[in-house]
């Protein structure tokens, strides 16, 4: 958000003006105090174990031209407006609605998934940042509090966004679509990621269609043709529906092959043409969320060559099926997060790989899988035994289900059960040579990261002195 008068914060916050200043707002928002600019609006978030409001006051005297409070706390500089909410969460919202609006025109792609919801979005920005000035979501901020300060973060003169919307409870999806208004949608796969919440795959299924149902009958939504509820999406919307991946597809993959940087394929879209694609990232996966990407390409006016230099430049959010060659092992880090459809994928992506002489996985747990929790990690198991891995390691031996997953994979292949990051790399040592693989995967919640960096220090990224 570049600027804002006090009444139309009033206005888009709900708000009334518990003390009035002279500062203009000239540097957008920020919700933490120790970011506060000259101009900026403080926003005072509160969760269970902070309180903004304590900070509010600190916030005016560092020259905030407004904050916006649920609660009077401390003394506030003259010079800085004072905005009283019943609930600053809601003025968020209601604030990052308001600069939807001044944002226009915007194209505005809105994205949503079980899985691959990050590298989809992060390869639809690249191919339409070939033609738009454009923008993303930033990292993984595609909740209720991350999606408007998404909008928020977004300049006036931007020509497209690609907007990420996450969800494990029913009814979260509509909120954040009514902030940010998409014309194309993207539902990158219908999986079991949230059944703890949700129940059921129809429950998840009808959950994300909530995209769906907010696009425009001039929109398009775009979706895996091979999703086993591809038919269910397109008769959920009143927007253009477009299947990828599928045989028949308007988009689709013709001869895909890895390579030592990724995948190659044939990008095959209707009234385009085709065009070779050079995908710096392996996994069949991630070739249907290029194509998910190329759509919105397609559909939003981008030439072919556009879509495939997009493509080929595509750079993943850290901890996405990331490979490194380290001291002569490839190492794989798909540490971000994890469920049953994703650590799937990735064990067949590493499986596939041509070069590693032996290929391990170190595994975490899965969340929010509810009663089926035991049998999704077993799955697991016997995935990775099937697909010949030399040993697994599985990191959370207090856990049931990592328990059950250890087991299903010793009926054939070693498989160690340890407590620590400490413990699995040391496991790790004992069995790695030169010219291995080795894959981790966990839910975010796992931490798998902290194991890849105590057998491999030179992949932690380094802390920011600011």
């Not at 916006?68 to 706390?73: A, F, K, Q």
């Not at 959010?317 to 798909?334: K, M, N, P």
């Not at 999704?376 to 198991?381: P, V």
């Not at 010949?388 to 959370?396: E, I, Q, R």
Request: with cysteine; charged share 15%.
């Amino acid at each position: 958000m570049d600027s804002i008068s006090i009444t139309d914060l009033l206005a888009a916050t709900g708000g009334t003006a518990a003390r009035t200043g002279d500062r203009a707002v000239t540097a957008g928002l920020t919700t933490d105090s120790r970011a506060v600019a000259p101009g900026c609006i403080f926003l005072a978030l509160s969760g269970e174990r902070f309180d903004g409001n304590c900070f509010a006051a600190a916030a005016s005297q560092a020259e905030a031209a407004a904050v916006v409070v649920s609660r009077l706390e401390g003394e506030y500089a003259p010079g800085c407006t004072v905005v009283l909410v019943q609930d600053t969460l809601a003025a968020l919202q209601g604030l990052a609605k308001w600069w939807r609006a001044q944002l226009e025109p915007i194209h505005v792609v809105g994205l949503t998934g079980s899985s691959g919801k990050t590298s989809t979005k992060d390869m639809t920005l690249s191919v339409l940042a070939q033609h738009y000035k454009a923008v993303a979501t930033r990292g993984n901020l595609n909740n209720h509090i991350g999606v408007p300060l998404s909008i928020l973060s977004t300049r006036q003169g931007t020509q497209a966004a690609v907007w990420e919307m996450g969800m494990n409870h029913s009814g979260e999806l509509a909120p954040l679509c009514g902030m940010t208004r998409p014309q194309v949608g993207i539902i990158t796969t219908i999986g079991s990621a949230h059944l703890e919440f949700l129940g059921s795959r129809d429950n998840i299924a009808a959950e994300k269609c909530t995209v769906a149902r907010a696009l425009p009958a001039d929109g398009f939504m775009i979706f895996p043709a091979q999703d086993d509820y591809a038919n269910y999406i397109a008769a959920q919307t009143d927007a253009t529906p477009v299947p990828v991946g599928g045989y028949h597809s308007p988009v689709r993959a013709l001869n895909a092959r890895s390579t030592a940087a990724g995948t190659a394929y044939t990008l095959h879209i209707d009234d385009l043409g085709e065009v070779e694609i050079n995908l710096p990232v392996p996994g069949a996966h991630m070739v249907s969320n290029s194509l998910l990407a190329a759509a919105a390409g397609w559909k939003l006016g981008c030439s072919l060559q556009e879509i495939a230099a997009g493509l080929s430049a595509s750079s993943l959010t850290r901890g996405r099926l990331a490979c490194t060659e380290v001291d002569g092992f490839t190492v794989v880090d798909d540490t971000y997060n994890a469920n049953p459809e994703s650590m799937k994928a990735a064990l067949e992506t590493v499986a596939a790989l041509k070069g590693p002489k032996n290929r391990f996985a170190v595994l975490g747990k899965m969340g929010e899988l509810g009663e089926g929790g035991i049998a999704a990690h077993a799955d697991m198991g016997w995935c990775a035994a099937s697909l010949g891995y030399a040993a697994v390691v599985v990191v959370g031996a207090e856990c049931a289900e990592t328990t059950a997953l250890c087991q299903a994979a010793a009926e054939t292949i070693p498989a160690m059960l340890v407590e620590t990051p400490a413990e699995a790399a040391a496991a790790l040592r004992a069995l790695i040579r030169p010219g291995d693989a080795i894959l981790f995967k966990g839910s975010r919640s796992a931490g798998m990261e902290r194991t890849m960096y105590e057998l491999f220090p030179s992949l932690k990224p380094a802390v920011s002195s600011k």
